[in-house]
Every structure is written in structure tokens, then in C-alpha cells.
């Protein structure tokens, strides 16, 4: 692995509560959270949910990575999940988390996510 471990961020998620956010406010829900390319891969697949609460995972574990968490620093929409052409994710900041980023000297990140029946995680690692 190329760099120093600058922090690292982990979270998990249970699905059903992601599916009960869902039903009850729909695609706002998503449009809250994500960004329009997530919208698209997420809702390309049979069941949305798991990868949506991927995402909200690993959204929460870059926030918590950055030292922001979720607020004023850091925005649902300023953490961008990205998938390679083999599947493999990443991460992309926009906006004010970019910000932070770059002022703890933060320039590449490894992620990884997984879901089970029940939940959703994501474990991050901050690198410089």
C-alpha cells in the first residue's frame, strides 16, 4: 500500500432501517445522500438497498476518517463512492470535505464495503 495512514474510518448500517427511510421518503431519500452517479448504479440493481446503505457506510467512515463527521465540514453529497470498471470502490471528495482533505494532507484513500442480509459496512483508510 502506497502511503501513510493518515486515519482511518469504519461504520455499519442495518438494511432494514435503510429500507424503511426509503419507503417512507422515496427517491428524495437517495437524492439527500447521493450523488447522481450513485443514484444511477444503486437504483440500476434489483434491490437498491444494500448498496445504498453501503454507501451511507462508507459516507459516515470518510467523515469520521476526516475528524468532520456529517455536518457543516463534510456533506452527504461532498463524499462521492465510485466504482471501478472491475467493481472495486472508491473514494472522491468534492467541496468542503475536499477542503479537509487537503489540509490534513490526505491524497488517496482505500476502501472497502461489504453487506450482509441484515447490514451494511464500510471500513476507510485516510492515506498521505
Known sequence: MEGNVVSVGMDLVDLDRVDKILSRYGL???ERICTPAEIIYCFSLV??????AARFAAKEAV???LGTGIGVHCSWRDIEITRSGHGVPGVLLHGKAEIVALKLG???WRISL????YSAAALVLALK
Open 28 to 30: 428524495g431519500f437517495a
Open 47 to 52: 434491490n437498491p438497498v444494500p448498496s445504498l
Open 63 to 65: 467523515s469520521k476518517a
Open 106 to 108: 490526505i491524497n488517496s
Open 114 to 117: 461489504t453487506h450482509s442480509k
